[in-house]
Each structure stands twice: as structure tokens, then as C-alpha cells.
Antibody, heavy 119, light 113 residues
Framework: QVQLVESGGGVVQPGRSLRLSCVAS????????MHWVRQAPRKGLEWVAM????????YYADSVKGRFTISRDNSQNTLYLQMNSLRPEDTAVYYC????????????WGQGSLVTVSS | DIVMTQSPDSLAVSLGERATINCKSS????????????LAWYQQKPGQPPKLLIY???TRESGVPDRFSGSGSGTDFTLTISSLQAEDVAVYYC?????????FGGGTKVEIK
């Protein structure tokens, strides 16, 4: 079955950087687009970024554009989110999610990785 | 951006009774070329990631009980739980995938009365 395991979260000071990883298994990773979705404490869901199956297309929410970069390594079945210039409002659980190609819904989710931005 | 607005914010329903959640989009999510509504519903139980329930506004994901149903078109949608079970206590979110940025409603918390 599909498994998505995030790592790399933690506590970081404002303005610093962090990289999240998501290792995928149970499906042909290189054939599917992937997403990052976040959830601030006691808040709703916010889509963050998407990358196409081959990494050629990337899309971002306005709230992270220019600061976050999504990437993937299909040889390692791994999705990444490089987060720079972090702000307190970026504090959230970050989920990686598999795209249900050809439609952009999230049919499998990881358990999430908590990022806390605080001085 | 397409803004998704859910109502109510929360509701309490007796076991076995019907629960109805509404979702309204600021722009139609009906794609005229295929006559499909680009609207999905998710369930999030406490301490868990969300789970896909419904897509194309009314198509149940594999394994989802048939007490869950989706309806609506254009800008107005409804998720109905026909007979609420204890395991249905959760927050429910709608999501549009008509265009990017992909956007979610604010969520509706369903509890047992």
C-alpha cells in the first residue's frame, strides 16, 4: 500500500531555513505528481506546492512563492521542500500528499512533519 | 483565487441521524468541456492526516462507505452523511481542483449530540 513518510521538521528561528523530505513507497513514484499541504495549529488545510511527475512543472501558493522550493528525486523516491526565510506564520504540520492523476486531488497523505518557527 | 466557504463551522448530530455540510465556491468549478465539477471532500479525524472521501463532487473514493454522498454543481455543493456513526466524528473539508492555487474550505466539525 502507499506509504509516505515525512522528516526534517523541527524548531527554527525566523529567517532561517529548513528542508523537509518525504520518502514514498508502494506505488510508482516517478509516475505521479506530488504536493505539500500544511496545517497551522488548530487551523484548516492550506495547499503549499505541487511538482509534476518528472519535476518539469512546479506550482506554489502565493504565501510561499519565492521562499519555498519543491523538488523531487525519482531515483530515490523522495520529495523535498526547501523552506527559506521562514516566518512565524509558516508554523504548521507539513504533509506530503500524492496526486490522484489526472486530477489534482490528494489520494494518499503522510503523517506530517511539524515545523515551528520561533525565536 | 477561488475561495471556498463551508457552513456550518460545526454541527452536532445524533447517532443514526443525517448530517449535511455545505460548501460554496466563489467561482464555478464546473468545467464545461467535460461537464464535471472539480470538487472534492476530505475527512480528518483527530491526530490523523486527511482522507479523500469524494471527488468529481459525487464520486466516492474506493472503500468509502455509501452513507457518504456528495451533490451539487457549479458553485454550491453538499456532503451528506445519511446515518451518522460514532467513527464519523471528524472535521470535513471541501477542496476545488479547477485551478491553482488549489484551495480548501475552512472545515466543518461534526460531533455527536
Amino acid at each position: 500500500q502507499v506509504q509516505l513518510v515525512e522528516s526534517g521538521g523541527g524548531v527554527v528561528q525566523p529567517g532561517r531555513s529548513l528542508r523537509l523530505s518525504c520518502v514514498a513507497s508502494g506505488f510508482t513514484f516517478r509516475s505521479y505528481g506530488m504536493h505539500w499541504v500544511r496545517q497551522a495549529p488548530r487551523k484548516g488545510l492550506e495547499w503549499v506546492a505541487m511538482i509534476s511527475y518528472d519535476g518539469s512543472d512546479k506550482y506554489y501558493a502565493d504565501s510561499v512563492k519565492g521562499r519555498f522550493t519543491i523538488s523531487r528525486d525519482n531515483s530515490q523516491n523522495t520529495l523535498y521542500l526547501q523552506m527559506n526565510s521562514l516566518r512565524p506564520e509558516d508554523t504548521a504540520v507539513y504533509y506530503c500528499a500524492k496526486d490522484s492523476a489526472p486530477i489534482r486531488v490528494f489520494d494518499s497523505w503522510g503523517q506530517g512533519s511539524l515545523v515551528t518557527v520561533s525565536s | 483565487d477561488i475561495v471556498m466557504t463551508q457552513s456550518p463551522d460545526s454541527l452536532a448530530v445524533s447517532l443514526g441521524e443525517r448530517a449535511t455540510i455545505n460548501c460554496k465556491s466563489s467561482h464555478s468549478v464546473l468545467y464545461s468541456s467535460n461537464n464535471k465539477n472539480y470538487l472534492a471532500w476530505y475527512q480528518q479525524k483527530p491526530g490523523q492526516p486527511p482522507k479523500l472521501l469524494i471527488y468529481w463532487a459525487s464520486t466516492r473514493e474506493s472503500g468509502v462507505p455509501d452513507r457518504f454522498s456528495g451533490s451539487g454543481s457549479g458553485t454550491d455543493f453538499t456532503l451528506t452523511i445519511s446515518s451518522l456513526q460514532a467513527e464519523d466524528v471528524a472535521v470535513y473539508y471541501c477542496q476545488q481542483y479547477y485551478n491553482t492555487p488549489l484551495t480548501f474550505g475552512g472545515g466543518t466539525k461534526v460531533e455527536i449530540k
